[in-house]
């Protein structure tokens, strides 16, 4: 596709529920990363693939913070027994190749309202 | 711990003007620098990349220099036009930090306003 694509843009879930948030990456774009924004706030990383690969997932929150991308191109993020505190913006990016210093493309992100 | 700050949340100027928008970081050696605009509703878009061998970019009314002595990158835009109002975020490489590569750091932003 022309962009990274985000869906659903908008969830509401109620407190203790599962949701599922997914990301299409730019064709071709072997890196991938998952972001956390809440109001106000900067972006914070969560995790990244390179391809299949998850290489680094040292910002997820917690052990109910789960990403996979099986074949290297879409990838969703789960969050299981969903709390308060998950409210924020979830922002996918993709970048061209494994190079540290290239730049990312976002998606629209997916707003999540847990009540 | 690592720390970035962009001076202020907020910065009003009049269209013409050049809006100079600061970012400070502490304990980083990033090896790069990268600056973005988000719009309300929308992911950030990338505007600029600076390295750390780099004194200053350009491109077209964006200038964006890198003083690793101070720890300090400003980035400036020319001419500021209505259409300039957004939130700009800076982001430093994180991999010197045990992040992986282009794990960035987000500053939280500085939202400028320009009026006509």
């Known amino acids: 596709g022309a962009g990274v694509s985000q869906s659903p843009r908008y969830k509401v879930a109620k407190r203790g529920q599962d949701v599922a948030l997914r990301c299409d990456p730019i064709?071709?774009?072997?890196?991938l990363f998952w972001y956390q924004q809440a109001l106000g706030q900067g972006p914070e990383f969560l995790t990244y693939?390179?391809?299949?690969?998850?290489?680094?997932k040292s910002g997820l929150p917690s052990d109910r913070f789960f990403a996979e991308r099986p074949e290297g191109s879409v990838s969703t993020l789960k969050i299981q027994r969903t709390q308060q505190e998950d409210s924020a913006v979830y922002l996918c990016?993709?970048?061209?190749?494994?190079?540290?210093?290239?730049?990312?493309?976002f998606g629209s992100g997916t707003q999540l309202s847990v009540l | 711990s690592q720390k970035i700050e962009q001076n202020s949340e907020a910065l009003n100027i009049q269209e013409g003007k050049t809006a100079t928008l600061t970012c400070n970081y502490t304990?980083?050696?990033?090896?790069?620098l990268q600056w973005y605009r988000q719009d309300p509703g929308r992911g950030p878009v990338f505007l600029l990349l600076?390295?750390?061998?780099?004194k200053e970019k350009r491109k077209e009314r964006l200038k964006v220099t890198f003083d690793t002595t101070l720890k300090q990158s400003l980035f400036h835009i020319t001419a500021s036009q209505p259409a300039d109002s957004a939130t700009y975020l800076c982001?430093?490489?994180?991999?010197?930090?045990?992040?992986?590569?282009?794990?960035?750091?987000f500053g939280k932003g500085t939202k400028l306003s320009v009026k006509p």
């Open positions: 982001a430093l490489d994180g991999s010197n930090y045990g992040g992986s590569q282009g794990n960035l750091i």
């Open positions: 693939f390179q391809n299949e690969a998850q290489l680094d």
């Open positions: 990016a993709s970048s061209l190749g494994g190079q540290g210093d290239e730049k990312l493309f």
């Open positions: 064709s071709g774009h072997v890196s």
């Open positions: 304990n980083y050696s990033p090896a790069y």
């Open positions: 600076i390295r750390e061998n780099e």
